[in-house]
């Protein structure tokens, strides 16, 4: 599964366009795919008149409501394409969850312990580095950013590589960035100098096939629909298939496997051999127990060790699938598990940690 966010803070510039087209022509490519609309403008589930009375969850209940799964938020909009919709609900999110720990790694989770099997999926993003979008570059293993010729779509890249770069050394995670030219008139001299400039500066990331300025793109989000289901937009068409195939050659810098592993060490529990692996770091401990659920809340809990590899608290348990509440007791004093990012406020008005199998 590729997961693919698109993403440029200038507003404007292509993101929602490109969203739909290029899914639609993954799709047409004959890949299983999924778009996630991560805008509270709505404009990708707009642009493919999702009808919001046939809609019970949106990406605001996907990334609020710990127990809610992917596949409860997918609206079926045909056979191998998927959506789940936004609202304008979503644009109250960053408040929220502001302060709330882990609450950039809500997407990535929920998509990390889905069992659906996506060739693709694509995240369009709002105009602004906020959560919102922390939180689809997090679930992430590429970005495309469309860049229109204007000097203000540069700036948004520009900034875009330093926030990737963060994300590199502040969590080892790794985002492979591909440039999308889009709404070019090839024949302006400006257009011309514009593709060179960028040629000139980033040239190994910078896709070979562009998207054409056309007020058919125009038309075809106002109608509801992708470029593939416009009369006469063969050229267009083409253009998009061009892309998915560019982009479809391209190989991820990182594989599923991996982002499960780097999922696991920010989201806390994870599937190992001998089971579900619980794991804290608490170097001046002197004893760490889980308890939960399936310790019947006992305060002697079930004892973790210390791991001498890496210093961490460790224990693997054998669990069914299902929803497990649970928390650790270190040195006496209960905590929610520091790594995992879902919670569950319990009868005391506390926070247990929320697994699901
Ligand atoms: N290649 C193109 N040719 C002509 N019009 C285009 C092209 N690409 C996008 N547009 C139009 O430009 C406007 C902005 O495009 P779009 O909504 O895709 O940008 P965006 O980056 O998603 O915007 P926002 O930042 O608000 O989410 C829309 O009206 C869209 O139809
Ligand atoms: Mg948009």
């Not at 502001?98 to 105009?127: C, M, Q, W």
């Not at 497990?324 to 929610?336: A, L, N, Q």
Request: with cysteine.
């Amino acid at each position: 599964m590729r997961i693919i966010s698109v993403v440029n803070q200038k507003g404007g510039c292509g993101k929602t366009t490109v969203a739909i087209n290029l899914a639609a022509a993954l799709v047409k490519l004959g890949k299983k795919m999924l778009l996630i609309d991560m805008d509270p403008q709505a404009h990708a589930s707009l642009g493919l008149n999702v009808p919001y009375e046939d809609i019970t969850h949106t990406t605001y209940d996907l990334l609020i409501e710990p127990r809610l799964k992917l596949s409860d938020t997918v609206y079926k909009f045909s056979e191998d394409f998927d959506i789940v919709p936004s609202s304008h609900l979503l644009s109250a999110l960053e408040q929220e969850l502001s302060g709330k720990k882990g609450r950039e790694n809500h997407l990535g989770s929920k998509l990390a312990r889905s069992n659906e099997t996506y060739d693709f999926v694509i995240i369009d993003s709002p105009p602004n580095v906020g959560i919102l979008t922390f939180n689809a570059l997090i679930a992430s293993n590429e970005v495309i950013v469309p860049v229109e010729p204007s000097y203000f779509s540069l700036d948004g890249l520009d900034r875009l590589k330093e926030t990737l770069e963060l994300l590199k050394s502040e969590i080892d995670h790794t985002v492979t960035m591909h440039i999308l030219i889009n709404n070019l008139e090839k024949r302006t001299t400006f257009a011309r100098d514009f593709v060179c400039e960028l040629e000139r500066k980033h040239e190994p990331i910078l896709m070979n096939t562009t998207v054409s300025h056309s007020v058919r793109y125009k038309e075809s989000a106002l109608k509801g629909i992708s470029i593939f289901d416009m009369p006469d937009t063969g050229h267009l068409c083409r253009e998009f298939l061009a892309i998915a195939e560019e982009i479809e050659e391209k190989s991820p810098v990182l594989d599923m496997e991996n982002i499960r592993g780097w999922m696991a060490r920010l989201h806390g529990p994870s599937v190992v051999e001998e089971g579900i692996l619980f794991s804290i770091d608490a170097p001046s401990a002197e004893n760490v127990y889980l308890t939960g659920e399936f310790a019947s809340w006992s305060r002697n809990g079930i004892s973790m060790d210390r791991d001498s590899s890496d210093g961490l608290w460790k224990v693997a348990l054998k669990l069914e699938p299902g929803e497990y509440e649970y928390r650790f007791i270190v040195d006496g004093i209960w905590i929610k598990d520091p790594k995992n990012s879902d919670t569950v406020v319990n009868e005391f008005g506390q926070e247990n940690s929320l697994l699901i199998v």
